[in-house]
């Protein structure tokens, strides 16, 4: 099954839309519960990632007995050191961001923790790709 | 101890769930800040949060949170509050400071989760 869904940059009222509808996807579909959440929460803090880096963003699912494949693809100021965002702490986000309760540096830490696949490939005044895979019958992670 | 409970120690206003204020409720988050709630992995939680806004109603439906205190006498927005209601989560509205709010429902014996 594939999902598409659109995001937008600066939107802070719509960020969690669309976490929320394949939240919703995933529980009619009885994935397990603590699956669906390690998803979910990494979904929603990629998502607000772009809602609050970059212009614009799509997000698009594929999902299949095996694995959920997430690709979060965004038209934005790119990320110039991925190593350095990485780390716990750092963050650029600014005071409007940070009002929403997020920006401490530590959404893409979170992403990693909850993910069994991460890649994350930017451009620097283009974009950034952040790609993430869950393992549906995966029981090594929290 | 139930939910009703905990709005009766911190004399708080129930804005959305009444139905559900019969939940046990055994640990307590406190914090402003959604990532930090994204890391919580605990059943039976109630959220102590001074964060008002749609994204912290969000954050808990993401994070399975279904017990919500707005402390600090933060106000919840009409937006929020159906959301809330759309996941089924109770908030309450409670003047105290966080410390205090954290300091009763210590002391009353629930657990921190970490």
Known sequence: MNFVYSVEGGNFTQAGTASSQFKKVLKQLNVDHSTIKRIVVALYEAEVNIVAHAWAGTITIDLNLEKVRILLTD???GIPDINKAMEAGFSTASPKVREMGFGAGMGLQNIKNNVDVLNIRSEVGKGTELEMEVYLNAKDKA | MKLKEIARLLDAKVVCGEQNLDREITHVFASDLMSDVLTVNTANLILLTGLTNIQ?????????VTNIVLVR???ASAEMISLAEENGIVM???SYSMFKSCGLLYNAGLSPVY
């Open chain 2, 73 to 75: 006498k933060k106000v």
């Open chain 2, 92 to 94: 309450m509205e409670c």
């Open chain 2, 56 to 64: 912290t109603i969000r954050t808990s439906e993401m994070s399975d």
């Open chain 1, 75 to 77: 038209k934005g100021p």
